[in-house]
């Protein structure tokens, strides 16, 4: 019985150890690439949220305010438009928001139908932004607005065509897929998209098996 016991014992020594050696090992790996990432009170964040009505989807939402600093890794985070007003956030669900003090203006340019195919957003410092516009020089940031200002047509948000090339080569076997379900919110942004794209000339209707 005595023996029993003793050998019972030394297993659980030799589990605890084993475990812990475990932990320590995957400690290790995961510092590896962690940074440490702190916030002082009062900073704005982005916090990793639940998407309404979709549990089980996340997404960064804010910005927010850190309201203090309750431990080494948890901080208490108000959300005024929020249900719960103030949350306990781990650092994990943080990262910091970027405050963005640029102007931005839109240039559009016309097809023959009067549609417009082409948008251009240039970038204007603020006054109190003049040298955080990636670094660039006003001079440099004037020669860039220039450049984006003449060739509308090829620096533009929407899409376009070109002849130098052939998406499918002739003799290609045609690309399907099976059909399949998207939940309502997604499907109304890609019917959006397609009848913009049918507008713009660069899709047209097809009726191929």
């Given at each position: 019985?005595?023996?029993?016991?003793?050998?019972?014992?030394?297993?659980?020594?030799?589990?605890?150890?084993?475990?812990?050696?475990?932990?320590?090992?995957?400690?290790?790996?995961?510092?590896?690439?962690?940074?440490?990432?702190?916030?002082?009170?009062?900073?704005?964040?982005?916090?990793?949220?639940?998407?309404?009505?979709?549990p089980?989807?996340?997404?960064?939402?804010?910005?927010?305010?850190?309201?203090?600093?309750?431990?080494?890794?948890?901080?208490?985070?108000?959300?005024?438009?929020?249900?719960?007003?103030?949350r306990?956030?781990?650092?994990?669900?943080?990262?910091?928001?970027?405050?963005?003090?640029?102007?931005?203006?839109?240039?559009?340019?016309?097809?023959?139908?009067?549609?417009?195919?082409?948008?251009?957003?240039?970038?204007?410092?603020?006054?109190?932004?003049?040298?955080?516009?990636?670094?660039?020089?006003?001079?440099?940031?004037?020669?860039?607005?220039?450049?984006?200002?003449?060739?509308?047509?090829?620096f533009?948000?929407?899409?376009?065509?070109?002849?130098?090339?052939?998406?499918?080569?002739?003799?290609?076997?045609?690309?399907?897929?099976p059909?399949?379900?998207?939940?309502?919110?997604?499907?109304?942004?890609?019917?959006?998209?397609?009848?913009?794209?049918?507008?713009?000339?660069?899709?047209?209707?097809?009726?191929?098996?």
């Amino acid at each position: 019985m005595l023996s029993m016991r003793e050998h019972v014992a030394k297993c659980g020594e030799l589990a605890r150890q084993t475990a812990q050696d475990a932990r320590t090992t995957a400690k290790t790996w995961y510092d590896r690439n962690a940074r440490v990432r702190d916030f002082d009170e009062g900073d704005q964040v982005l916090v990793l949220l639940p998407v309404s009505g979709k549990p089980l989807l996340a997404k960064y939402q804010g910005s927010y305010k850190i309201v203090r600093k309750l431990g080494p890794v948890d901080y208490l985070v108000a959300m005024p438009d929020k249900r719960k007003t103030e949350r306990t956030c781990h650092v994990n669900m943080l990262k910091p928001y970027v405050h963005r003090n640029l102007t931005v203006t839109s240039q559009f340019v016309t097809s023959e139908h009067n549609y417009p195919v082409s948008t251009i957003c240039v970038l204007q410092p603020s006054p109190d932004n003049q040298l955080k516009v990636d670094g660039l020089m006003p001079q440099q940031r004037s020669e860039l607005q220039n450049v984006l200002s003449e060739f509308t047509d090829t620096f533009s948000n929407d899409p376009g065509k070109t002849t130098f090339t052939k998406h499918v080569q002739p003799g290609t076997r045609p690309i399907k897929l099976p059909p399949y379900r998207v939940n309502n919110e997604k499907a109304t942004v890609m019917k959006k998209e397609l009848d913009d794209m049918l507008k713009m000339g660069v899709i047209e209707p097809s009726s191929s098996p």
